[in-house]
């Protein structure tokens, strides 16, 4: 029998408990701040951070530090830097791949320089949800709820700067000001996401529930319910299949994000295509 029939035995283990506490703070946290970044079309962006955390993190394992303070001191710093420059970012994608190639090099840097971060860095990269601590859960907790009230705070003049933003500039919404404090939250998503699927498969969280979600429709907060209900059974049904099967929960919440895209994009092509022709109209009517 492939799957064994053990299911309530899953939570009688500490780190399995972790695991889905972590994840799913990650997974609301990345739905949420995802389907902003895929409506500003900020997706490479959103890359280019996981990556520069990678400097960070090496960096802060190098130095005995918390592995996440350095994640989000690269990436809040990166982020700020790009809100600055606002809808400039979009069109610099050589600016950027230039500091991932720094950003690497840096990282490749603190690995050679420490034989102790050799087994950290598939963590890092690749990330490793069955080795989050109480500790961490309890960081994640505390950065995710500061993310969700600001995002609560700024939501409707953030949605309506992200569709209209020449609009929203001549009535006196602070474009910029709010381009520099998303970055700012994306850095810190980046930041959390890194530990449960790593800087590589940073899209599995961040962007694929949320263009899922924008193949199913147009109204921003049924799409927001959509992404955050996409990342969160990636990431329930990764731990399952990972408690079950002895492979990285990662590779199967990477696995499960992007079938979930597959199926809607294949399945139902008609119902897509009709939604992606009425998008720009109906978030048109954002007051």
């Known amino acids: 029998m492939f799957f064994s029939a053990g299911w309530l035995g899953i939570f009688e283990y500490a780190f399995m408990r972790n695991a889905f506490m972590a994840g799913t ?8 701040v995802g389907y902003f970044v895929v409506l500003r079309r900020l997706a490479f962006a959103g ?8 400097a960070g993190a090496t960096g802060a394992v190098f130095l005995n530090l918390n592995l996440f ?3 989000a001191v690269f990436t809040t710093g990166a982020g700020i830097a790009m809100g600055i420059l606002g809808d400039k970012v979009r069109g610099r994608d050589v600016a950027i791949g230039t500091v991932l190639a720094l950003t690497m ?7 050679s320089l420490s034989t102790k971060l050799a087994g950290e860095a598939t963590s890092i990269l690749f990330g490793d949800l069955l080795a989050i601590s109480w500790a961490q859960v309890q960081l994640t907790l505390v950065f995710a709820i500061g993310t969700l009230l600001v995002m609560a705070t700024i939501y409707r003049p953030l949605l309506f700067a992200s569709v209209d933003p020449e609009m929203a500039e001549t009535r006196g919404v602070p474009v910029r000001l709010l381009g520099v404090l998303f970055m700012v939250l994306l850095a810190l998503t980046v930041s959390q996401a890194v530990q449960v699927v790593g800087v590589l498969l940073i899209f599995s969280l961040l962007i694929t529930p949320a263009a899922t979600a924008h ?5 921003p907060e049924i799409g927001i319910v959509y992404a955050v209900g996409f990342a969160v059974a990636s990431v329930w049904s990764g731990l399952l299949l990972a408690y079950q099967i002895p492979w990285p929960p990662s590779a199967f919440i990477t696995l499960i994000s992007f079938t979930l895209y597959l199926g809607v994009r294949l399945l139902i092509p008609s119902f897509t ?7 720009q109209s109906n978030l048109q009517t954002v007051p």
């Open 25 to 32: 703070l990650v997974a609301v946290t990345a739905g949420i």
């Open 47 to 54: 890359h280019a951070l996981a990556h520069i955390g990678f």
């Open 69 to 71: 303070v350095g994640l």
């Open 105 to 111: 090099g840096l990282g490749n840097l603190f690995l």
């Open 215 to 219: 193949l199913l429709t147009s109204r």
């Open 273 to 279: 295509m009709a939604r992606q022709r009425s998008a």
